[in-house]
């Protein structure tokens, strides 16, 4: 997932289309793969795939703004996924949210305006036991404190130096 490429590749899309349109599932294998592939899917991608499944833009445009997975613009250099689900909300996630919002000065599903990082809410990310969790640039971190948040933060914008 770190190696995202951000332009829209419309012959890649109809390659994923093509390959993945009769499995079953089809329309969230590929709309999965394209972000894996392009990380977020591009609004032009849904005509081509509703050609290659035989469905309706509307039909694929709603499916991929159904699913909070999807992102519809390119995110940042790094993706701050923040569990907000019931356990970690128990330990602290909440509070930590606030703290998080104000640090990038950014709401969930925005991007900084540096465009380093980008603040994703995920409900539940299998770490419970270890809450309140995180995915930091692909990186699970549990019982994250606000200063542990900070540290995390300022280890990542230390490590792009
Ligand atoms: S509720 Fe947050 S990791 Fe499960």
Same mark, same amino acid.
């Given at each position: ?15 994923? #289309? ?26 032009? $991608?849904?005509?081509?795939? $509703? ?9 694929? =445009?709603?499916? $991929? ?26 330990? #602290? ?5 606030? =703290? ?37 640039? #692909? ?7 606000? $200063? ?14």
């Amino acid at each position: 997932m770190d190696q995202h490429q951000n332009g829209f590749d419309p012959a890649a899309v109809a390659a994923i #289309g093509s390959r993945l349109k009769d499995r079953p599932g089809a329309l969230m294998l590929i709309l999965h793969e394209i972000q894996d592939r392009f990380g977020y899917v591009p609004r032009g $991608a849904a005509p081509i795939i $509703a050609q290659a499944l035989n469905l309706s833009r509307a039909e694929v =445009h709603g499916v $991929a703004t159904f699913y909070h997975d999807f992102r519809h613009q390119p995110p940042g250099r790094d993706v701050i996924r923040l569990c907000r689900a019931e356990a970690c909300q128990a330990m #602290g996630a909440v509070a930590l949210a606030e =703290h998080v919002r104000g640090r990038l000065g950014v709401e969930f599903g925005e991007t900084t305006r540096d465009g380093a990082f980008t603040l994703e809410a995920v409900y539940c990310l299998g770490n419970c036991g270890c809450s309140p969790a995180m995915v930091l640039a #692909g990186e699970l971190h549990g019982r994250v404190s606000l $200063a542990r948040f900070d540290e995390l933060l300022a280890e990542r914008k230390e490590g792009r130096r």
